[in-house]
């Protein structure tokens, strides 16, 4: 006689995974997922003239796009996890006319503030610097002088591993703001010199020396500030006052308002950070933006 085998439990549709940083790899099987989601309710049928079945397949034609771009950012990177060799030159590179103070890019009388959490191994963090998003917003608005542009440290990945690589090429990039050149070194560091796999190997002493060099950095004094970690105290205290919405990297605020963050439940597209940006010059306020030292009004 057959067992009769018991029934398989449904899957709960509120099992969402913590929120926690994903890498652009894992954003890219979402997508996938999502795709093929959306491609199989296509063929359940609509009503409202076939207009359900044309936004499903919209959406479907959009998803594919975001995976073939975050799959072509990952067919230009070192297949073997850890770039070695000379510092590859970005090639999405931060206009120099455009004023900058430390961490901050942009005029300091721009109406709106845009504090992007970031972390230098972040290989979802490499696909937002590289793959248009950043570069669109401070085409559009940076550079336009409607908003300025913020870098908050959040070492979410050296949480995760126990290693200490983010925390030094956030000090790197420390140094080279000393010499008023962080987003110069915020561009190599997000340059294919980054490891895909989020490898700290390739964020060593040695190599973060290198890229400085490359990046035209005064050894003299960018050397002792990376060896005796001179800003890493700076850098800690800015993980302590970072806002409790932030939770993985990249993540957004515009005015103090947080907007996404690269975890499971959203991504930060330009068009939602526009959005936000749109409706802050709309309805000029107090910014309330996070500082450089990492405060923060509370989010609405």
């Known amino acids: 006689m057959k067992r009769k085998r018991a029934p398989k439990r449904p899957s709960s549709s509120g099992d969402v995974p913590p929120a926690a940083r994903q890498s652009a790899r894992q954003q890219s099987l979402a997508n996938k ?6 491609a199989r309710s296509g063929t359940r049928g609509s009503s409202a003239n076939g207009l359900g079945s044309l936004l499903i397949w919209t959406l479907v034609f959009a998803v594919v796009a975001i995976v073939i771009v975050v799959g072509a950012a990952f067919m230009t990177r070192p297949s073997g996890g850890v770039p070695t060799g000379t510092p590859i030159p970005p090639s999405a590179i931060t206009p120099t006319n455009i004023p900058s103070n430390g961490r901050t890019l942009g005029s300091p009388s721009a109406p709106v503030t845009i504090d992007i959490y970031g972390d230098f191994r972040c290989s979802a963090c490499f696909v937002f610097a590289t793959q248009g998003t950043e570069q669109s917003l401070v085409d559009n608005y940076i550079a336009t002088g409607k908003a300025s ?9 050296d949480a995760h591993d126990g290693a200490t690589a983010s925390r030094d090429a956030a000090n790197a990039a420390w140094c080279a703001a000393d010499q008023g050149k962080f987003w110069v070194m915020h561009d190599w560091l997000y340059a294919n010199n980054q490891s895909p796999t989020e490898n700290p190997a390739a964020f060593t002493m040695s190599r973060l020396s290198d890229i400085g060099r490359a990046a035209g950095l005064d050894m003299s004094t960018y050397l002792p500030c990376l060896d005796q970690g001179t800003h890493d105290a700076a850098i800690a205290a800015e993980q302590a006052s970072t806002p409790a919405q932030v939770t993985a990297t990249p993540s957004i605020l515009v005015n103090g308002k947080f907007v996404a963050g690269a975890n499971a439940n959203s991504w930060p597209t330009y068009d939602l950070i526009k959005a936000a940006i749109d409706a802050a010059l709309a309805s000029p306020a107090p910014s309330g933006s996070a500082s450089e030292s990492g405060s923060a009004a509370p989010s609405a």
């Open 149 to 157: 542009l913020v870098w908050h440290d959040f070492l979410t990945i």
């Open 33 to 38: 997922e999502t795709a093929r989601a959306l």
